[in-house]
């Protein structure tokens, strides 16, 4: 398919969207009813509404009856842990293996020119980036997940949260699924901003930083206090009072969800006139410029701190002058330090 028609390519070779990214017309003001209405279906499709699906799957088919889960065993909880790896690799793997290891499209549509290097790298599990990702959305991600999502489910099911039944409470519970991306994003954002401070950044959040040039495995490849602090966007639902496959959806929006911006191709070929769009140019431009687009664009927080890049000239340029602001200042305190300390 020729990629020209979606967008174009720098002089090192970098796709860029013809479009700039666009935020969710959500918190527009004025507001702007029609463009809300028109992005709607946007909102459930594909990704929220196949969150659903699995999650419903999930409640349905991989746990016991409630009373079991209000004893918190160990044979539950494992079962909840290998469907959790199994849709894990199932859909990551699906991404990683037709675009990275097949290469079934080439670099038709890939942000970065480049796939992940095979050469040995000391900042990876035995020098490789796929390797390493794969041991840590396994050995770390996906049990640090499941651990959450025991957790809640055994609140529910022993009665110390407020479970709401679909009968009871049908549009609590519908508006309450409507907003849980919101909140995820949110808070996203909130514990995005937090990795990012100096200490954090260079104990915890380096560790997903270190694929600077990310593939599928890459999603949920980070720092067990990262991980307990992503996952903890499941509290929630032992705060106010929800339905437990609310809260399987809610986690599933997180863990399945973490591979939409670490797919690294702006749309994925299904023919040879059909790409679907993958959502994913506005976290790689997190991960290409690392200060930038600390959640996705659905909830304004970026825009509003001056954080927000959608890949335009415009947006290049205002990094670019925090960037010389911020060293600016640096080199002002550092020549006042200088002069207090001569004074002394």
């Known amino acids: 398919m020729d990629e020209t028609l979606y967008g174009t390519r720098d002089r090192r070779g970098h796709f860029k969207p013809k479009e700039p990214a666009r935020p969710a017309p959500l918190f527009a003001w004025p507001p702007r009813p029609v463009a809300l209405l028109r992005w709607l279906p946007h909102y459930f499709l594909p990704w929220n509404l196949f969150f659903l699906a699995t999650a419903a799957a999930v409640w349905a088919f991989a746990l016991p009856e409630v009373e079991a889960v209000a004893r918190l065993e160990w044979g539950w909880v494992l079962r909840l842990l290998l469907v959790n790896a199994l849709l894990v690799l199932l859909l990551f793997g699906l991404f990683e293996l037709r675009l990275y290891v097949r290469r079934a499209q080439g670099i038709r549509f890939k942000y970065n020119p480049e796939f992940p290097s095979d050469r040995k790298n000391p900042a990876f599990a035995f020098g490789r980036q796929d390797v390493d990702n794969a041991l840590r959305t396994f050995g770390l991600g996906v049990p640090i997940w499941t651990a959450w999502e025991a957790i809640v489910l055994h609140a529910f099911a022993a009665g110390w949260v407020p479970w709401v039944s679909f009968a009871q409470s049908p549009w609590y519970l519908i508006g309450l699924a409507v907003l849980l991306r919101l909140f995820h994003e949110a808070h996203f954002y909130c514990i995005h901003r937090l990795i990012h401070t100096p200490f954090l950044y260079k104990w915890v959040h380096s560790v997903h930083h270190n694929s600077v040039n990310p593939s599928p495995w890459s999603s949920l490849s980070m720092h067990p206090v990262e991980l307990l602090l992503y996952f903890s966007t499941a509290?929630?639902?032992?705060?106010?009072?929800?339905?437990?496959?609310?809260?399987?959806?809610?986690?599933?929006?997180?863990?399945?969800?973490?591979?939409?911006?670490?797919?690294?191709?702006?749309?994925?070929?299904?023919?040879?006139?059909?790409?679907?769009?993958?959502?994913?140019?506005?976290?790689?431009?997190?991960?290409?410029?690392?200060?930038?687009?600390?959640a996705d664009g659905l909830v304004p927080f970026d825009r509003w701190f001056g954080t927000w890049h959608d890949g335009s000239p415009e947006a290049e340029a205002r990094m670019q002058a925090r960037y010389r602001a911020r060293k600016e200042r640096a080199k002002a305190n550092a020549a006042a330090a200088g002069g207090a300390s001569g004074a002394a």
């Open 235 to 294: 509290a929630l639902h032992l705060m106010v009072p929800s339905h437990p496959l609310l809260a399987i959806y809610q986690l599933h929006i997180a863990g399945l969800g973490a591979v939409v911006g670490h797919i690294g191709f702006d749309r994925i070929e299904l023919g040879r006139k059909t790409a679907v769009p993958t959502e994913a140019f506005v976290h790689y431009l997190h991960h290409k410029y690392f200060e930038v687009n600390y």
